[in-house]
């Protein structure tokens, strides 16, 4: 259902673009959004973009640092890191759900997940 790809390992101030390629059904269908992983954490939200891509939402951690956007012509959704911090340190995972915009940060409501992109910064 979702590959997601562009991890790597940078130096603090860098950036990447994570990629979360969706079938077409899923893509159309499902409010999308990225999560992280720190080690030793639990998973987080990051940020989401709604069905129409018309609404997007990002933790404060990564307000004006972080970008979900989407492209239609490509199944793809997001996830441009700007200024990357050693706290973005993460696995990274792209969801996708069903669920209303009121739970977009919920990971609970997340049906199905990629498998993860690991973004490693060092300072």
């Known amino acids: 259902q979702l590959q997601a790809s562009g991890g790597g390992s940078v130096q603090a101030g860098d950036s990447l673009r994570l990629s979360c390629l969706a079938s077409?059904?899923?893509?159309?269908?499902?409010?999308m959004a990225w999560f992280r992983q720190p080690p030793g954490l639990e998973r987080q939200f990051v940020a989401v973009?709604?069905?129409?891509?018309?609404?997007?939402d990002h933790d404060d951690s990564v307000k004006g640092r972080f970008t979900i956007s989407r492209d239609n012509a490509k199944n793809t959704v997001y996830l441009q890191m700007n200024g990357l911090k050693p706290e973005d340190t993460a696995v990274y995972f792209c969801g996708a759900s069903l669920g209303t915009w009121g739970l977009r940060r919920a990971g609970d409501a997340y049906a199905y997940w990629g498998q993860g992109t690991q973004v490693t910064v060092s300072s």
């Open positions: 077409r059904r899923t893509y159309n269908n499902y409010v």
């Open positions: 973009m709604s069905r129409n891509g018309g609404s997007t």
